[in-house]
């Protein structure tokens, strides 16, 4: 079964955080999450390990910011990376012995759910130190026609 269904997390300049390379990493995130939710099932597998790949980068590389700057509240943030890359081996291995998309498409709405409140709660905060550390100050986030100055 094809899925006809539409990404259910569009990109949206409002997933601006302020800090290049996590914005970067956000925006292809919302992508292949998107693919996962929309891709014909004969693909789901090359979409999975493209979103693994992804997925170890990404949260890798912020666990690493959180350990190298000493940032305070990185505990539960390196939490929820670890959980979804738990979450994720499970269904790849489901997707991998029994062919269950069904599986996979829950997982990628499942993460189109989570991630804005990640985002906003703890890739922000982690956005606005690295920031600090960078410029001295905290980001300004640019969307389309105004600079918007986060409230310090
Ligand atoms: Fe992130
Ligand atoms: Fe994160």
Sequence with gaps: MTPTLEPSLPWSDALLL????????HREFVELVGRLQSAP???????????????????????TW?????????DCHQKEHAAVLQSLEEVQ??????????????FADELARWFPGHADYLDSALAAWMSKRRHGGRPVVLRRGAAVSEPG
Excluded at 18 to 25: H, I, Q, R
Excluded at 46 to 58: C, I, N, P, T, Y
């Design 18 to 25: 302020g800090y290049p390379e996590m914005d970067a990493e």
């Design 41 to 63: 099932d004969e693909e789901l597998g090359a979409h999975l390990a493209a979103f693994e790949v992804h997925a170890r980068r990404h949260f890798g590389t912020e666990d």
């Design 66 to 74: 959180m350990e190298e700057t000493g940032f305070p509240p990185r």
């Design 93 to 106: 291995a489901l997707h991998a012995a029994f062919g269950r998309c069904d599986v996979v498409r829950s």
